[in-house]
């Protein structure tokens, strides 16, 4: 027995799956309903074989009109004239096409009704039209409504019904909680593509904040500067997550601000400077997820550039991929594969995690919060300690204590200059083994009993544990263990804590062991941040200069996973980021690594050894190096030429003791770029 079908042809996949879930609402005994997207058919002739047996009626939705499907298209019309299958053709814009609705073999009035279906959209609206062309075309009676138009912008919740106001959403919110918007795309949301929002809804609210999701068609501002989404979060949220892309546009031309010189370029978007709230960046790939685990780069260079390198611009704080597009193909009630979004458990409970505390830190008073502030230490030895490019770290340390103090944090017992805090920390301990003694360990201001790091531990993803293990043994491995703890050195001040960023390892060369992509943390390292956040209570986290070794730890290059080394370390703790403005190239791999906020500061006026001639040029190729390497790797070859070329005129190769182009050029570049850290330090 031949199945009565209803065959739905489109190019966009949102389409097919409003199909699903309309197909699913349709009366029993209608014909059934079969999709399929023309452009990705390896073989149409096979394919009409296959489907038009039975088929009563067929619809085709070109976006982009005829020339998206030409010859398809031409079969198509060939076969149903033969077999008496009536045909509707349409376009894909808002507008009725002229020429498709000329090749539809119904009458155009039928064609142009049911069009203003697909124009609106949505899954009650796709449901009519299959109704509408049963009934019309088909002489069926099922019933049917007529289009209805669509919110461009609204309110949802996954227990919320459908239209509800923000009223009755603000309703059902706890005013003891903070509360967090997201906003994503309303195509999801008229297709029923919303698990993924769901997912991260109900992450939100177990991580103890109230969600006002949003859905819009964008966040770029209209005629009068408004930006409907965030006017409808404007004073209710105390954060938020947003995976549509940048408001403040999409290119070059975008960023002239009138009334500025001609030559400036300036990116702004002040619908969200307005908001005055941290904007997370909730990262929705277009790959799948096993892809992205087994990718080294995290991310494509288009995702890089379209959910990373552009929404940056707007100031958000870049999170971690959390839903990622995935194909149902067997089990589909329409035939079709259906691409949707499909969220990770994990790494949407750490998005969440992360809005929720940025949420809570909004609303503590000042003297609630607890800061744990970090100089750098690099090597590690005590004359290198708060070593920060371009900063004087120590008076900025002070600075920073008097200013937190004046604006209500509890900090007590600060020194009163910057020397005397580096000798205070020095005294407290330290990192350097040369002068490290029984007595600093013993009296330490942070202490961590090495059986419960292991637990913490033996929760951590096997590969990283693994990794950990095999370089530094197994827990609590031997370094800075006193007694059976952990020790952490610094200074408790009240409510901050001030500390030395732990040491990242130990060898003959530490300035490679500084930027090295390999070599996991110590033990030791990944309790100090432990301690700090579960033991000391920090509510966020400031690495004060440029640059820690943090962002460097092994993991994929941006999008990191559970198993990446810094996203084990920080978690989803705030983490605040003064860094020197002339290093965009290092500040942005603690944005994308670290989810860092990044607090530029000028350049300092005094004279440093710097970067010249062909090292200058050198520190520029490297930059473009690391841009290429996620946004166009097409373009390394002739980068890794331009930089051992460089490196020959400059005879550095002498220096860094290499005469050919090592086969492993990323590894030999993180030695160089160590050297020219040295350099310029100098």
């Known amino acids: 027995m031949v199945t009565v079908k209803l065959l739905f042809l489109t190019t966009a996949d949102t389409e097919i799956l409003a199909a699903a879930r309309a197909s699913e609402r349709v009366p029993e005994g209608f014909p059934e309903v079969r999709c399929a997207n023309p452009v990705t058919l390896e073989d149409p002739a096979s394919f009409f074989d296959g489907e038009l047996s039975g088929a009563r009626v067929v619809l085709v939705r070109l976006l982009g009109g005829r020339r998206a499907w030409p010859e398809g298209l031409e079969e198509l019309r060939r076969r149903c004239a033969r077999l008496g299958i009536p045909l509707l053709a349409f376009g894909g814009e808002a507008e009725p096409d002229a020429e498709l609705t000329a090749l539809s073999t119904v009458p155009s009035g039928i064609v142009l009704e049911?069009?203003?279906?697909?124009?609106?959209?949505?899954?009650?609206?796709?449901?009519?039209?299959?109704?509408?062309?049963?009934?019309?075309?088909?002489?069926?009676?099922?019933?049917?409504?007529?289009?209805?138009?669509?919110?461009?912008?609204?309110?949802?919740?996954?227990?919320?019904?459908?239209?509800?106001?923000?009223?009755?959403?603000?309703?059902?919110?706890?005013?003891?909680?903070?509360?967090?918007?997201?906003?994503?795309?309303?195509?999801?949301?008229?297709?029923?593509?919303?698990?993924?929002?769901?997912?991260?809804?109900?992450?939100?609210?177990?991580?103890?904040?109230?969600?006002?999701?949003?859905?819009?068609?964008?966040?770029?501002?209209?005629?009068?500067?408004?930006?409907?989404?965030?006017?409808?979060?404007?004073?209710?949220?105390?954060?938020?997550?947003?995976?549509?892309?940048?408001?403040?546009?999409?290119n070059a031309a975008d960023a002239h601000r009138s009334g500025s010189p001609e030559e400036w370029l300036e990116w702004e978007v002040p619908a969200l400077e307005e908001l005055g709230v941290p904007v997370l960046q909730g990262i929705c790939t277009t790959s799948t997820r096993e892809a992205w685990l087994a990718s080294d780069a995290g991310l494509t260079p288009l995702d890089t550039a379209?959910?990373?390198?552009?929404?940056?611009?707007?100031?958000?704080?870049?999170?971690?991929?959390?839903?990622?597009?995935?194909?149902?193909?067997?089990?589909?009630?329409?035939?079709?594969?259906?691409?949707?979004?499909?969220?990770?458990?994990?790494?949407?409970?750490?998005?969440?995690?992360?809005?929720?505390?940025?949420?809570?830190?909004?609303?503590?008073?000042?003297?609630?919060?607890?800061?744990?502030?970090?100089?750098?230490?690099?090597?590690?030895?005590?004359?290198?300690?708060?070593?920060?490019?371009?900063?004087?770290?120590?008076?900025?340390a002070i600075g920073l204590l008097g200013a937190m103090r004046r604006a209500g944090y509890a900090v007590d017992g600060a020194p009163d200059d910057g020397d005397e805090l580096i000798h205070s920390l020095i005294a407290a301990g330290g990192h350097d083994l040369e002068f490290l003694t029984g007595e600093q360990l013993g009296a330490a201001a942070g202490r961590l009993d090495a059986g419960r790091y292991a637990e913490w531990f033996a929760c951590l993803p096997e590969t990283l544990r693994s990794e950990v293990e095999e370089h530094w043994g197994p827990p609590p491995g031997d370094l800075y263990v006193d007694g059976g703890d952990f020790v952490v050195a610094g200074l408790t001040l009240g409510n901050v804590f001030v500390g030395i960023q732990?040491?990242?390892?130990?060898?003959?060369?530490?300035?490679?062991?500084?930027?090295?992509?390999d070599l996991p943390p110590t033990h030791h390292y990944l309790a100090a941040y432990w301690w700090m956040i579960e033991e000391f209570g920090a509510h966020a986290i400031v690495h004060l200069g440029k640059h820690g070794t943090l962002e460097w730890l092994p993991g994929k290059s941006l999008g990191l996973a559970p198993s990446c080394a810094p996203d084990a370390v920080l978690r989803d703790v705030p983490l605040f980021y003064p860094f020197v403005v002339n290093d965009p190239g290092e500040g942005?791999?603690?944005?994308?690594?670290?989810?860092?906020?990044?607090?530029?500061?000028?350049?300092?006026?005094?004279?440093?050894?710097?970067?010249?001639?062909?090292?200058?040029?050198?520190?520029?190729?490297?930059?473009?190096?690391?841009?290429?390497?996620?946004?166009?790797?097409?373009?390394?070859?002739?980068?890794?030429?331009?930089?051992?070329?460089?490196?020959?005129?400059?005879?550095?190769?002498?220096?860094?003791?290499?005469?050919?182009?090592?086969?492993?050029?990323?590894?030999?570049?993180?030695?160089?770029?160590?050297?020219?850290?040295?350099?310029?330090?100098?």
């Open 114 to 250: 049911a069009f203003e279906y697909l124009r609106h959209g949505g899954v009650s609206n796709t449901e009519n039209l299959l109704r509408f062309v049963a009934d019309t075309v088909l002489v069926e009676g099922y019933g049917f409504e007529p289009a209805s138009p669509l919110p461009e912008v609204g309110v949802y919740h996954p227990q919320a019904p459908e239209g509800s106001p923000v009223e009755q959403l603000l309703a059902r919110h706890d005013p003891a909680r903070p509360t967090v918007g997201v906003i994503f795309y309303r195509a999801h949301w008229m297709s029923g593509n919303t698990a993924f929002v769901d997912d991260l809804v109900h992450a939100l609210e177990r991580a103890g904040a109230n969600a006002l999701p949003v859905y819009c068609y964008s966040l770029r501002a209209g005629a009068d500067g408004g930006v409907p989404a965030l006017e409808l979060l404007e004073n209710r949220v105390d954060c938020l997550v947003t995976t549509v892309l940048a408001g403040g546009g999409s």
């Open 306 to 396: 379209w959910q990373v390198a552009i929404p940056e611009f707007d100031g958000r704080i870049i999170g971690v991929p959390f839903s990622f597009k995935e194909r149902l193909g067997d089990g589909s009630p329409v035939g079709a594969p259906l691409t949707f979004y499909r969220a990770d458990p994990e790494r949407t409970v750490r998005l969440a995690g992360l809005a929720a505390r940025f949420a809570d830190l909004g609303r503590l008073a000042n003297p609630e919060r607890k800061v744990a502030i970090l100089l750098s230490n690099y090597p590690t030895k005590h004359s290198r300690v708060g070593n920060a490019v371009g900063l004087d770290t120590p008076a900025s």
């Open 502 to 517: 732990p040491p990242r390892g130990f060898g003959e060369n530490p300035i490679a062991i500084y930027h090295d992509p």
């Open 588 to 682: 942005t791999q603690a944005k994308r690594r670290a989810h860092a906020t990044v607090v530029d500061h000028l350049i300092p006026p005094m004279t440093r050894a710097e970067t010249y001639d062909d090292l200058a040029k050198l520190e520029q190729l490297l930059d473009e190096y690391y841009q290429v390497e996620t946004l166009d790797p097409s373009k390394l070859p002739a980068t890794r030429v331009r930089i051992w070329e460089t490196l020959r005129d400059a005879e550095l190769h002498r220096d860094l003791g290499v005469e050919e182009q090592p086969e492993e050029f990323s590894d030999f570049l993180t030695h160089v770029d160590g050297y020219l850290c040295e350099i310029k330090d100098l």
